[in-house]
């Protein structure tokens, strides 16, 4: 089982609609989470992390399941420019590397 | 403030030569991370430094591939007599410590014909 999972997508959606990717982590002592976003032919750029009790950050909301080890990303009224690829990012402990998933490419629609 | 700086920004060179990619971390970041990106897909982990420790290579594919971080600062990833499988965008990212955010440079795009 791979460390981190994601659907790779395309979620094709029109504007304004509402959006949620899932992501699932192996290592259940895994202990910080975060969303980055990558644009074609760009660096990843950190979106927003991963707290225990949920966040929320205008449009876009992220939760954590610890019992079921997976983190959501939900986007609310899709903008053209938030197409992109979204990559679930794991802490597997504390000074170590992050794991990066393979990212869900999301594809916002006229 | 500066960002992670990455040079050069693109790379073409023959297959069997040698080439050198540089990062410039963010100032104070005790991590760097080296990470390749063939095109259309997702990231792959090449080594990580960390302080002082003795680096994690666990990722670099092969012994053609070394890097170095001289003073805690500066990284160097070398690829040695390269091949064409080696084109992809390399990445450098540095964090303040290992597990945090990390913040990524503008990637060096390798071309090896």
């Known amino acids: 089982r791979k460390e981190v999972e994601q659907d790779p997508g395309p979620f094709n959606v029109p504007e304004g609609a509402t959006v949620a990717f899932n992501c699932t982590y192996s290592?259940?002592?895994?202990?910080?989470f975060f969303w980055y976003r990558q644009d074609c032919r760009k660096e990843p750029k950190l979106l927003m992390s991963?707290?225990?009790s949920g966040n929320e950050d205008g449009r876009f909301t992220a939760q954590l399941n610890r019992a079921s080890q997976y983190i959501s990303l939900l986007i609310r009224d899709s903008k053209l420019s938030d197409s992109a690829t979204y990559l679930c990012?794991?802490?597997?402990?504390?000074?170590?590397?992050?794991?990066f998933g393979t990212g869900t490419r999301l594809q916002v629609t006229l | 403030g500066a960002g992670v700086s990455q040079s050069p920004s693109n790379k073409v060179t023959e297959k069997g030569k040698d080439v050198e990619l540089r990062c410039d971390p963010i100032?104070?970041?005790?991590?760097l991370y080296w990470y390749r990106q063939s095109l259309g897909q997702g990231l792959e982990f090449l080594i990580y430094?960390?302080?002082?420790?003795?680096?994690?290579k666990s990722g670099l594919p092969s012994d053609r591939f070394s890097a170095e971080r001289t003073g805690g600062s500066v990284s160097t990833l070398t690829i040695q007599r390269t091949q064409q499988e080696d084109s992809a965008v390399y990445l450098c990212?540095?964090?303040?410590?290992?597990?945090?955010?990390?913040?990524f440079g503008p990637g060096t795009r390798l071309t090896v014909l």
């Open positions: 990212a540095s964090s303040l410590t290992g597990g945090n955010t990390q913040y």
């Open positions: 290592n259940s002592a895994s202990q910080s």
């Open positions: 991963v707290y225990s």
């Open positions: 990012v794991v802490n597997p402990g504390t000074a170590s590397k992050l794991t």
């Open positions: 100032s104070g970041h005790t991590a």
């Open positions: 430094f960390q302080g002082n420790s003795a680096p994690d």
